[in-house]
């Protein structure tokens, strides 16, 4: 950071505009909170092939992929159930139990049709409601545009994907977007477990009406299918010693979502309404000898309707201020008996009970962008939500953000967030067979997760060099988790309670540094110290410290090569089990330029053939290459 400060006096580059901190497009400088910006140019030259892999890179965000189910979504520490994440401004409904909750979202989304990521660093109760207790993570996906479309293939160890989407142009006053994507994920194996392995096929269309200048209607629907299988071998479980058996297990879900929205603006006013539904249906067979066949079927819906405006009062004071409604559904065998609309589900000739529940969320929220002079901006925001399930809900912030000289910002954020259980946390029955036989119990008397959130940081560009450096500090009570109660009868059983308070705290920085047009450098750095707040154990599930490095080179053709060498390491990664782990991954990626709009692409990842034991149920599988090329017209 000190380095930055005698870099070459050069007038600084434009800010960022970020939208998902304020809920209106801002310049980063005016924002008090952590964010990161990608776009697409920044996880093509590094190879993502999912919008998890693509961000792998920010700090304080641990998206490490597990061994025997889908990766983390945690920022700062918080845990899965913390971070909350939006697509276009729509929650999407998906598995609500700790272990299970985000775990798989990331895959689902196509990165080919993502325009550009913001992650939020920090609770945004404020302006989310529940759920953003750790931050927020907002996809913004491909808007129809101009006439032309794009078409790409790619092969390599993990997958054979085909894609494309193409856009109508104006059609009087209607423009419309179709995308569509066929992908196999290829087996890898890591000790005794396998990926989830399979087609997954996408479509997205979405349109836009222009009544005029300044009104629009815009609509969509999506649709994905995934048809995925595990394979897990006969072993024990690290955590507890227990056996398990051999078992393979069958996934066909599907995920239908629908939107609508309609904004506008005047001199003063920009204003919208979003209404939206989604629905993700899960069946799922497991097959294990001795324990014979299992299956689960489940369905969660969520309906939502937003409505937001922002008034420029003045030239000091801009003011957000919207209301949310949003009524969720979840229903299946894992709620057994646990709440109402019983009934008895059937597949195959195997019986097990099947019940749902509904719960019903409001809330209104404001948030004033108000300037205090040319140099010092502070943004107070409050948000009330009523949530069937554990009743009213404040959640204020307050943030501050100082220009101390040009290309020099001090950054301050203090706020409160709170999580709502979910529907599973609160009425459970689930009995399942993989592997062993699991029993999990919901509590109905479950009290909502409440946390404090401060940071402090200073944000630096100078020349040829943008860096920033935080330290984030939050205190968590009530933290739900799973309490084994025991093992018995060849089962494990769990309930869910209010178990933990906990503390995490640490430094997040970045940095980037162009030497000239060809040369640039990249650098990322979190240190975590998450702790239980009553015995001073730490959390598990993170590294107490992580970077990455990224070096990239531009040839000065016409039709240019970038190659991209990257390095990610993980120092002190704690696993469910209680072992830690201390490793390195590096990449190196190349795109060509082949004119006429169309672009090559290679690159192998964990170059050094980084694998780890059956017993660490760690999702690291190996050297893996991939190739690619995509048109554009």
């Known amino acids: 950071m000190l380095a930055l400060l005698f870099c070459p006096a050069i007038q600084a580059a434009p800010r960022e505009i970020v939208i998902t901190a304020t809920r209106n497009a801002t310049g980063e400088d005016r924002v008090p909170a952590g964010v990161t910006v990608l776009t697409s140019k920044d996880w093509e030259k590094t190879g993502a092939l999912t919008v998890r892999e693509a961000l792998e890179r920010i700090p304080g965000l641990n998206v490490t992929e597990g061994g025997m189910a889908g990766n983390k979504v945690s920022l ?366 919901g509590n109905p008397d479950l009290r909502p997760e409440k946390s404090r959130d401060f940071d402090l940081a200073m944000e630096m560009q100078r020349g040829r060099a943008d860096g920033s450096i935080r330290y984030f500090h939050n205190r968590i009570d009530d933290s739900i988790r799973t309490r084994l109660l025991g093992f018995y009868g060849g089962r494990l059983h769990y309930r869910y309670d209010n178990i933990r308070q906990a503390k995490t705290q640490g430094v997040e920085a970045e940095g980037k540094y162009a030497f000239d047009r060809r040369w640039s450098l990249g650098a990322g750095y979190t240190y975590l110290d998450a702790r239980n707040r009553q015995d001073r154990s730490r959390l598990t599930g993170d590294a107490r410290s992580s970077g990455n490095v990224e070096l990239s080179w531009k040839d000065g053709g016409a039709h240019p090569w970038t190659l991209t060498l990257d390095n990610r390491w993980y120092r002190d990664y704690l696993n469910d089990d209680g072992r830690q782990y201390t490793y390195s991954l590096t990449g190196f990626h190349a795109v060509k330029d082949l004119g006429h709009r169309t672009t090559l692409r290679l690159g192998v990842d964990n170059l050094f053939d980084k694998q780890f034991g059956p017993e660490d149920l760690m999702g690291i599988y190996g050297r893996t290459w991939t190739a690619g090329v995509e048109m554009k017209w």
């Open 76 to 441: 700062r520490g918080m845990g899965n159930g913390s971070t909350l994440i939006l697509v276009d401004g729509r929650r999407l409904a998906g598995e609500d139990s700790p272990q299970t909750m985000n775990v798989y979202e990331l895959n689902r989304l196509n990165l080919d049709r993502v325009r550009r990521i913001e992650v939020v660093r920090g609770t945004a109760s404020a302006l989310y409601g529940s759920d953003a207790m750790g931050g927020v993570i907002q996809i913004f996906t491909r808007k129809p545009g101009r006439e032309g479309g794009y078409a790409g293939t790619r092969t390599g160890t993990r997958e054979k994907t085909v894609y494309g989407g193409f856009s109508t142009g104006r059609l009087g006053k209607l423009d419309l977007q179709v995308d569509a994507k066929l992908q196999d994920l290829r087996k890898e194996t890591n000790g005794g477990y396998s990926n989830f392995y399979g087609p997954r096929r996408f479509l997205d269309i979405t349109g836009t009406y222009q009544f005029d200048q300044s009104r629009s209607l815009e609509f969509g629907a999506s649709y994905l299918r995934e048809q995925l299988r595990q394979d897990t071998s006969a072993g024990r479980l690290p955590m507890h010693g227990y056996s398990t058996a051999a078992s393979r297990e069958w996934n066909d879900n599907n995920r239908q979502d629908y939107h609508l929205r309609y904004s506008g603006s005047d001199a003063r006013n920009d204003y919208g309404v979003l209404l939206y539904t989604n629905r993700l249906g899960k069946e799922s067979h497991t097959a294990t000898p001795f324990l014979g066949r299992d299956f689960d079927h489940s369905q969660y819906r969520t309906w939502g309707a937003d409505v937001k405006d922002t008034y420029t009062a003045n030239a000091r004071h801009t003011l957000t201020y919207g209301a949310e409604y949003r009524q969720e559904k979840a229903g299946g065998t894992r709620m057994g008996r646990g709440t109402g609309n019983y009934r008895q589900e059937w597949d195959s000739g195997l019986g097990k009970p099947w019940s749902s529940a509904q719960v019903e969320t409001g809330g209104a929220y404001l948030q004033d962008e108000w300037s205090l002079g040319s140099s010092l901006y502070f943004v107070p925001g409050l948000r009330y939500d009523h949530y069937q399930s554990s009743g009213g809900r404040w959640s204020p912030r307050a943030g501050l953000a100082w220009k101390m000289t040009p290309g020099l910002w001090v950054k301050t954020n203090y706020g409160r967030g709170y999580r709502a259980p979910t529907i599973f946390e609160l009425y459970a029955r689930m009995e399942r067979a993989m592997g062993m036989v699991y029993e999990v119990d």
